[in-house]
């Protein structure tokens, strides 16, 4: 099972959260998930970084999205953690999500999430997380 | 030290992405805080359910102000794990989080995040992190 | 299904690694879960202090009981997370784990850890995670 | 700051659990740390796979001296995550570690364990924790 970019953009599209914080993908393929999304002024915390919760969004959906890659796109994100290790700045978020491993209803995942300035790409935050298969056995 | 929730209310309203998403301060002390964010159409994903990123964002926060709580609001969320345990829907989503140990420059934090509907409050993510004082010895 | 204290203790006395730390299950019931073990020198670390391999065996061992309580005796910990919050001392470990939220084949589970010198415990970590049905959907 | 391997051994062998569990150091540098250790039947769980407890002993292990090579040997592991993908089996595990971003008194790191069958090595966990100095700011 192969899925095209155009069919997981048109999932990102049809989340409303991803709609309002402007997030696109950028690459979608079972090597490589890249969520991108611009940092304006709404996404940012009170020193003028961009919030964590913001940073967690991006790694939870770049998370989702590689497993969708390998599982198929009805899936969520059961458990992730995240470390964040630099304040996120510059115009842009980077989110890029691999597999590590995948069974057949859960693929465990890792993310980067980089803030990009100019052309300069700075890690701010590594995530590590389950995707689950919706209609296998998942949690709910 | 203790501070007022008046003085956490201020700092959560500087924060722009928290005033986007109209999270609210319910309670705040060294026992509980509680952050509250109505569910309008705008934090959903692509079934009508609270977008995961939201839901992390509430538990992120909800961490964070726990560690302010007890280590100064000068505060972030150096690190979290968080498990979705249902669909989140509702009219609001509820964030409630304590400190379970305290340091003098970090605080390991554990926060429920619920939903709520009519009146009734259902379970959808537990998370767990490590909050650190920013003039401390943080990461960055 | 309930599982009695018996069979649970059964089946850590058939871990030989559980065996090799001298492990043993006070409680057992769907609520709460208690995992005993002895302080040895052998269990320590270059302080004097137990081995943090020790407090997250302890910790893992802790949560697949609590979720075996609920799922059945066959599971596995498929992921979990661990803050150590002091050095553990004393003369025993004990770990006590609940569920969170149980799903057909998989439950949230949290634990604490704590150290006991003379007859007070002392919190040492505090864990979370995810236990899964092994004839359920796991992840292998 | 360089450490010797040589010096990263003995604080190892001051470890009366590595000892225990015949863990050895075969690389030690600031861009990866291996441990290793022997699949003796002591180390296992009821199926006859190594205890899960073993594998985050290992992870958590590698872990710290990855941390250990960049901050000093003094350290310690403030909290980790461990997703599980394979029953580890085999004659050895293999846990090799490494820096994701330091800051002068924590380190980001990641682990991965192999098991060990014939030559060949299977990946069986991945882990994400934080390294803290000890006579820095940590938790304690």
Known sequence: MTISIETAREVLQSQPFSKLLNAELVRFSSECVELRLPVSDQVKQQNGFVHGGV?????DNALTFAGGAVLGLAVVTSEFKINYVRP????????????????????????????????????????QGTIAAIHGCNNA
């Open 88 to 127: 996120a700045k510059g115009h842009a978020l980077i989110a890029r999500a691999s597999v590590i491993h995948a069974g057949k209803t859960q693929a465990v995942c890792r993310c980067e999430v980089f803030s990009l300035t100019s052309d300069r790409e700075v890690l701010c935050a590594v995530a």
């Open 55 to 59: 940073v967690s969004y991006a790694a």
